[in-house]
């Protein structure tokens, strides 16, 4: 049902501490469970779960931090096609900050650079936009449900199985709130280096680790949900050990310079590109 991850998925290193310990058959995960998968998927989650821990490792080298169970497929699947409700998925709506942001993000583009890739779509709120805007606007998803209802949407899907073949090089990569999710980054920097190609810019944004008082809720440790937890260091020397370096902000500033972005954008991204785990990647 579960596997152990006892090195560091960053740095590798196999000196750690558990930071945080309590069986998933406590009664506080199952009253977090009842509160956000709700009272019908309770008995199998408990089933799945009962001899395992909710068990958090801080790596003592490069401060990374992650649940040592890795739930297995058959609980991953589960869990994003079932438990997790579709309907308050959908209830997120765009907002306006989010339109002047995505806006942002595609004046960084040239004027030939047309194709985007919206990385664990979701219900589409970025790639939605960009279609709206005129780009060769492209999803891919994991949920088979969100899948569906991107089709109905008319977005052009990349499934799993066709990245390797893909022809296709993206010019600008969304990937908000997908790092934390997943057990492992190989096969996720595989597929990043397979659809990017130089100067490719790669927004990809994550919870920033905080300190640790109450895991169990929503937040950067959330149990089965958020496997890994990551600030601002450890995640530019993933990407830098992947092909990838933080953005020259050169290349920010030339668009304000042409009156494409407003100067606060820069200044905002130059504090989350120090501060922060929202960040902006090129490709070497
Ligand atoms: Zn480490």
Redesign the pocket.
């Known amino acids: 049902m579960f596997y152990e991850q006892n090195i ?1 998925k ?4 196999n000196k750690n501490e558990t930071i945080y310990k309590l069986p998933f058959k406590d009664d506080k995960l199952k009253t977090f469970f009842k509160k956000f998968y709700g009272e019908k998927n309770l008995d199998e989650i408990y089933s799945l779960t009962k001899n395992h821990d909710f068990e958090i490792l801080n ?1 003592t ?4 931090k992650w649940q040592k169970f890795i739930p297995e497929k058959l609980i991953l699947n589960k869990l994003y096609n079932d438990w997790i409700s579709f309907d308050d998925s959908l209830k997120k709506k765009n907002n306006l900050n989010e339109e002047y942001f995505f806006t942002s993000l595609l004046n960084l583009l040239d004027t030939n650079s047309v194709n985007t890739l919206d990385y664990g779509a979701g219900v589409g709120s970025f790639c939605n936009f960009a279609k709206k805007k005129g780009f060769n606007s492209y999803a891919f998803e994991f949920s088979s449900k969100k899948i569906k209802f991107l089709e109905s949407k008319k977005i052009k899907i990349i499934n799993d199985s066709e990245i390797k073949d893909t022809k296709i090089k993206f010019d600008l990569i969304y990937i908000n709130q997908v790092l934390e999710h997943l057990e492992k980054f190989d096969e996720f920097f595989e597929n990043l280096n397979m659809l990017s190609k130089k100067f490719t810019v790669i927004y990809i944004s994550v919870p920033n680790t905080k300190k640790l008082k109450d895991p169990v809720k929503k937040g950067p440790y959330q149990p089965l949900e958020h496997l890994n937890s990551f600030n601002n260091s ?1 995640l530019k020397e993933l990407f830098s050990m992947n092909n990838f370096q933080t953005i020259s902000i050169y290349r920010i500033f030339k668009t304000v310079l042409k009156k494409k972005n407003f100067p606060s954008f820069l200044i905002k991204r130059i504090f989350n590109q120090i501060y922060t785990t929202s960040i902006l990647f090129e490709k070497n």
Do not use: R, T
Request: proline share 0%; with cysteine.
């Open positions: 560091c960053i740095c590798k290193s790596c080298k490069c401060q990374f450890n």
